[in-house]
Structure formats: C-alpha cells, structure tokens
C-alpha cells in the first residue's frame, strides 16, 4: 500500500522519478467514495464547496463550521487518500491560538492536514500550526480568498518581480514547514521556477504541466457547471447534461404513467387483498 502520509507525500518531487501527486476536491461521502476508488493521493476538501456547491460567487463566505460538516463527512467514507481540509479565510487571519484551534477541529473532523492561503504574511501562522503537530499545505500564486486584493480571479506573477516573489514566498513557506504547495493560476514558466527551487512538491492548477502534481476540483472536471470555462480545465465528463437528461426522462415517465412499474412497486399478499376485496395486479 502506498504511504499518502505527509511526510511521503512531502518526498514526492517528479524530479526524483516519483509519480505526479494527483488531487480532486470532495465535499461529501458520495464524491470521496468516486475520486478514492479512482486512486487518487490526496482528496481537498476546498473552499471551492463555496462555488462548487452553495451557490456563492467566491469562496470567502465559508465558514470554519461549514468545513467541519464537509469534512465529516468525506471522513466518513474512510479514504485511502490523504484528506487536506481548506482553512476557510478569516480562520487564520486573527490570532494564533484561533487559528491552531480551527486547524485541530477540522483535524477532530477528519482531516489529515489543512491548506491555507498566501505567502510570506501567513509564516507566523503556519509555524503555529505545525507546532502543534498539525501538517499544513500552502497555496500561493493566484489565492482565491484575496478576490477582492487582486481585483478578481486573475493570473498571478506576470512579472518578472512578481514571479521571483513567488519563489521566494514559496521558499519561505517550505521553509515555515509545508509539506507541499499549490500554485494557482501562474504562467507555466513561474510554475516551473518555484517548482525546481524548492524541496516540496508543488501541485498545480493553471500552472501548466511542470508541478510535481495537479488538482481539480470534482464538479469541473466532471462538467457538473456549463456557465464558467476556465482555460485550466479539462471536462472528462458532461455530468450537467447526462444528469439533466436522466432527470427530464424521470419526469416524462413520470407525467405518462410509466414510472412506477409494477417492479417498482410493493404489493399485498395475496390472502390480506382478498379480505381487503382489492385486486393484486
Ligand atoms: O478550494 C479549492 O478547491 C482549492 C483548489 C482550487 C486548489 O483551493
């Protein structure tokens, strides 16, 4: 059995000749269940669950306690895979001592470790998580919960100063104790600079194809959404058309009388629809 732990996840450099870290997000028992059985190494229980599945515009208004029941329940299903639990933005923004205790209860959920976003600003935090034996991912380049700092969802490190910060907060950050990092939305020549500077995997989305892994979240690469097409995704499913179409053939069946059928249906014993004087079809 392959260790997922964090330290063997840490080892995984493409460089050394190991496998690419593969990760999916999952928000539920039903969708950790598909992505484990499909064999992948980590399971992200992201903010994501914000846009993917609660119909918000962005991520910031998960809660710490709505990570928790997500997490719960992916946790529920026992995976194989290594689970990240997202720290939700503003759970680590205040103090250390919240921060260590919104990390350890996502943790108490399920959680093998946490992620959490931004550079150099967040090494304080992360050193305090680790400290408390508690395995943290960093998440750095284009960083979802800075929306509104960034001026929306927008590609990260096009300049060359840009792109030497990211390497250096990459730096500091496996320095601070990640064990492995994502690169979000960067230029593939960025991607591949901090990747060879440092020690730790990097995993990448829209980040090309250089990191040492990749993720996606479950609802894109499955086609669950048709309104948004980010360049980074790749649809391997159309589950919005394939689910809308079932559902449509349901309510026809439904409105013509087909469904139920008789298979479909519990009947009496033979004895108790005599007495009842009703008829078994
Ligand atoms: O929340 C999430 O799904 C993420 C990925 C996009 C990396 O953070």
Same mark, same amino acid.
């Given at each position: 059995?392959?260790?997922?732990?964090?330290?063997?996840?840490?080892?995984?450099?493409?460089?050394?000749?190991?496998?690419?870290?593969?990760?999916?997000?999952?928000?539920?028992?039903?969708?950790?269940?598909?992505?484990?059985?499909?064999?992948?190494?980590?399971?992200?229980?992201?903010?994501?669950?914000?846009?993917?599945?609660?119909?918000?515009?962005?991520?910031?208004?998960?809660?710490?306690?709505?990570?928790?029941?997500?997490?719960?329940?992916?946790?529920?299903?026992?995976?194989?895979?290594?689970?990240?639990?997202?720290?939700?933005?503003?759970?680590?923004?205040?103090?250390?001592?919240?921060? #260590? %205790?919104?990390? *350890?209860? /996502?943790?108490?959920?399920?959680?093998?470790? @946490?992620?959490?976003?931004? $550079?150099?600003? +967040?090494?304080?935090?992360?050193?305090?998580?680790?400290?408390?034996?508690?395995?943290?991912?960093?998440?750095?380049?284009?960083?979802?919960?800075?929306?509104?700092?960034?001026?929306?969802?927008?590609?990260?490190?096009?300049?060359?100063?840009?792109?030497?910060?990211?390497?250096?907060?990459?730096?500091?950050?496996?320095?601070?104790?990640?064990?492995?990092?994502?690169?979000?939305?960067?230029?593939?020549?960025?991607?591949?600079?901090?990747?060879?500077?440092?020690?730790?995997?990097?995993?990448?989305?829209?980040?090309?194809?250089?990191?040492?892994?990749?993720?996606?979240?479950?609802?894109?690469?499955?086609?669950?959404?048709?309104?948004?097409?980010?360049?980074? #995704? %790749?649809?391997? *499913?159309? /589950?919005?058309?394939?689910?809308?179409?079932? @559902?449509?053939?349901?309510? $026809?069946?439904? +409105?013509?009388?087909?469904?139920?059928?008789?298979?479909?249906?519990?009947?009496?014993?033979?004895?108790?629809?005599?007495?009842?004087?009703?008829?078994?079809?």
């Amino acid at each position: 059995m392959v260790d997922l732990s964090a330290p063997a996840i840490r080892a995984r450099k493409a460089c050394n000749g190991t496998d690419r870290l593969v990760m999916v997000t999952a928000y539920d028992a039903p969708s950790a269940r598909i992505v484990d059985e499909a064999g992948v190494d980590l399971i992200l229980v992201g903010d994501s669950v914000a846009m993917a599945v609660l119909g918000y515009d962005n991520t910031l208004q998960v809660t710490v306690d709505d990570m928790a029941h997500h997490v719960a329940a992916v946790a529920r299903t026992k995976p194989t895979a290594h689970i990240v639990a997202d720290l939700p933005w503003m759970s680590y923004h205040v103090s250390p001592s919240e921060t #260590v %205790r919104n990390a *350890a209860r /996502l943790i108490r959920c399920g959680a093998q470790s @946490v992620k959490l976003e931004g $550079g150099r600003k +967040r090494l304080p935090m992360i050193e305090c998580i680790t400290a408390a034996e508690i395995p943290v991912m960093g998440h750095i380049g284009l960083t979802p919960q800075s929306t509104h700092v960034m001026g929306g969802f927008k590609v990260q490190g096009r300049t060359a100063e840009a792109a030497r910060r990211l390497v250096q907060a990459a730096k500091s950050l496996t320095h601070a104790g990640c064990y492995a990092i994502v690169l979000e939305g960067v230029p593939v020549q960025v991607a591949e600079l901090v990747t060879e500077a440092i020690e730790i995997p990097t995993i990448g989305i829209g980040a090309g194809p250089v990191c040492d892994g990749q993720v996606l979240v479950f609802h894109d690469l499955l086609g669950f959404e048709q309104q948004l097409n980010p360049k980074f #995704v %790749r649809r391997y *499913a159309q /589950l919005h058309h394939s689910a809308k179409e079932a @559902v449509e053939r349901f309510a $026809g069946d439904v +409105r013509s009388g087909v469904f139920p059928s008789e298979q479909e249906s519990y009947q009496l014993p033979a004895e108790e629809a005599a007495e009842l004087g009703v008829i078994n079809p």
